[in-house]
């Protein structure tokens, strides 16, 4: 950069010479012409020597600035050129990752609620088997108890009966015999017995 100011500073001066003595040309013209009376000389005159120093000085000038400042100015470009492609490509990086974890979110989201569903799903079927099992084991129950009961029930008929058999027999046949004043065969007994158990049942 420094170089670049000082060769700009360069031309500068150089043009400033040319224009010195462009200048002093001039005035040594308009001097003579002032002398003289017929006509007047232009004020700008063609100059060839100065003509062709100034395409050499410049075309110095150009080619010191592609050397000293074109090259550092291309690979300046270059660099931040490459810099935003590296940028640019980062961040299209960036954005195809977000992309694929977002993809891989959403996948184990549907995986998770795919389980969920099914874990549900398996717990209506646990609890409407389990629903079964104890409407099963409730009937089951319902039915033993009834079987006791019943059972108990018959067992306590035949006891009654069997204890108003005794107290038939005992004071029925007793009371025959007394009654007669002789003693009951068995046949006779059991005949009397069964006549006042008829008679009790057809009461009740």
């Known amino acids: 950069m420094r170089k670049l100011i000082g060769l ?23 001097a003579h012409a002032a002398g003289e009376s017929h006509g007047k000389r232009p004020v700008i005159e ?11 000085t410049f075309v110095v000038y150009i080619l010191v600035l592609k050397k000293a400042a074109w090259g550092p100015l291309i ?11 590296q940028q640019i490509a980062d961040a299209e990086a960036a954005r195809v990752k977000a992309e694929q974890m977002l993809a891989e979110h959403a996948k184990k989201l549907d995986k998770v609620q ?13 609890a409407e088997h389990t629903k079964q099992d104890i409407v ?10 009834r079987k006791r009961a019943v059972e108990d029930i018959e067992h306590a008929r035949d006891l009654a009966m069997k204890e108003l058999f005794d107290f038939v ?12 004043g002789r003693a009951l065969s ?13 008679q009790i049942g057809s009461k009740t």
């Open 8 to 30: 700009s500073l360069l031309v500068i001066g150089l043009s400033l010479g040319q224009f010195d003595f462009v200048t002093s040309a001039f005035a040594s013209d308009e």
């Open 46 to 56: 063609w100059h060839q020597d100065l003509a062709i120093w100034s395409l050499v």
């Open 75 to 85: 690979q300046g470009l270059d660099t931040r050129e490459s810099r935003m492609k």
């Open 114 to 126: 795919d389980e969920v569903k099914e874990i549900l799903a398996e717990a209506r079927r646990d």
């Open 136 to 145: 099963a084991t409730a009937n089951k129950e319902a039915e033993a108890t």
């Open 169 to 180: 027999s005992s004071n029925v046949i007793g009371a025959t015999e007394n009654v007669l």
């Open 186 to 198: 068995d046949d006779d007994q059991k005949r009397l017995v069964q006549d006042a158990l008829n």
